[in-house]
């Protein structure tokens, strides 16, 4: 657990406190989600948890495409620093 709370703390502040939000969901499905004890709030936030850290990827991978091309076309032409110093 303490992982995952680690984990998180680098996308959101986990000690934000909570607050109202109103959200728009089929009714049977949030009926059938009460009748299973499913915890609608949990849920929501571990959902909003994965969409915001696969957003968050996403969007640094755009920022930095072109450092990591101009990168990875070094390492082709050049190899990685250190090769000539490995003995394997």
């Not at 303490?2 to 996308?11: G, N």
């Not at 502040?13 to 009460?34: G, I």
């Not at 909003?48 to 990827?57: G, P």
Request: one cysteine or more; a neutral charge.
């Amino acid at each position: 657990m303490e992982h995952t709370v680690r984990e998180q703390a680098a996308i959101y502040d986990v000690t934000a406190p909570k607050r109202a939000a109103n959200v728009s969901v089929n009714a049977d499905l949030l009926r059938r989600a009460r009748e299973l004890g499913v915890n609608f709030s949990a849920v929501l936030e571990r959902a909003l948890v994965d969409a915001v850290r696969t957003a968050a990827q996403q969007r640094w991978r755009d920022e930095n495409r072109e450092a990591i091309e101009a990168y990875n076309l070094h390492v082709e032409r050049d190899g990685c620093f250190g090769d000539r110093l490995r003995s394997f």
